[in-house]
């Protein structure tokens, strides 16, 4: 037999973490795992680690120690027995029997790749939220910078996040990301190791993500001559275009001191300008909610146009965040 206490508000921060590791994923992940001294939960790629003081290795029903955590405001005793473990809290005493459980397993960090703050955390939300579902994440690190990009139809974003301290690349899935972007959104420190899986330690947490391999990023858009453009002028374009069309194409354009947004779904033919800077010119054929959800994250009041061969490039004035969309012929 051992015994263990924790504390119960502190119990329940970590449970609620690693519920949202967890989020909708197959009955066959939605359990939390402890293993002498260890707790973690997993979606299946993503698996989460984090140190909490009960004993024993066993797995148990995630929405069970949900509800044991957020009904146990003072310490929680933990007792276990072979086949069994015992939770006592607030007059509340829960006894669950061990089941058989396929455990998270850690991988091994082989490449430091960086220590990064918030940006991490922004670059990987700000290019994975408007993806589909089958749209992976990328994640590079070439030595000098460190780079998040994700690509959907037709749209390629990209948020330069720190520099880099190795060389790494490689695809994260889209699920995957958007639960670490929710479960790790109070952290302020992420520290990067490549290997196997991509491996990220979040004050006192452990995440690892698996990945598939990615083709190295070539090279970074160059903007040092760009025309200025107001964001908010760009968004109520967009806005408006989404309220009418939803997620069709558009066509967008610049030039004579106007800027021009055309679509069409079904019946439906829509026609919109705002007035824009004489030295904008560009055309580009995009998806309307894509596009809006980017242009709407980027943080400055204004927005960088340029025009490189096939590409319109829209990037901020810090040059972190940038929107490339194909030029219409």
């Not at 402890?34 to 989460?48: K, Q, Y």
């Not at 001559?225 to 309220?243: G, N």
């Not at 939803?246 to 004579?256: P, T």
């Not at 980027?298 to 590409?311: A, L, P, W």
């Amino acid at each position: 037999m051992f015994t263990g206490e924790i504390d119960g508000r502190k119990f329940r921060d970590i449970v609620k973490i690693l519920r949202t590791v967890i989020g909708r994923s197959e009955e066959i992940f939605r359990n939390i795992f402890f293993n002498s001294g260890v707790i973690s939960a997993t979606d299946g790629c993503l698996r989460v680690f984090t140190s909490v003081s009960v004993p024993g290795k066993f797995a148990a029903p995630s929405d069970v120690i949900w509800a044991l955590s957020k009904h146990s405001k003072g310490v929680i005793k933990v007792t276990t027995r072979k086949g069994s473990v015992k939770f006592e809290s607030d007059g509340m005493e829960l006894i669950l029997e061990d089941k058989e459980a396929l455990f998270p397993r850690k991988t091994e960090g082989k490449m430091f790749l960086g220590k990064f703050g918030k940006d991490f955390w922004r670059a990987l939300d700000f290019v994975s939220r408007p993806l589909d579902e089958d749209d992976p994440v990328e994640v590079h690190f070439n030595g000098k910078v460190a780079v998040a990009v994700g690509k959907s139809g037709g749209i390629t974003a990209l948020y330069i996040f720190g520099e880099s301290s190795g060389i790494w690349s490689g695809k994260i899935p889209y699920q995957s990301t958007r639960r670490f972007v929710k479960s790790f959104s109070w952290a302020k420190e992420y520290e990067i190791f490549g290997g196997e899986d991509l491996c990220v330690n979040a004050e006192g947490f452990h995440a690892y993500i698996c990945c598939e391999d990615a083709r190295p990023l070539q090279k970074l858009p160059d903007v040092d001559k760009c025309a200025i453009m107001s964001k908010i002028r760009l968004s109520s374009l967009l806005e408006k275009a989404h309220d009418v069309l939803g997620r069709a194409f558009v066509m967008i354009e610049a030039s004579g001191g106007m800027v021009r947004l055309y679509g069409k779904r079904g019946g439906i033919r829509l026609r919109l300008e705002e007035k824009c800077s004489e030295n904008i010119s560009f055309r580009a054929f995009v998806p309307i909610r894509k596009f809006k959800s980017y242009i709407s994250s980027v943080s400055s009041k204004s927005i960088c146009v340029s025009v490189q061969g096939e590409m319109t490039i829209f990037t901020d004035r810090g040059r972190k965040r940038y929107v490339i969309a194909k030029a219409a012929i």
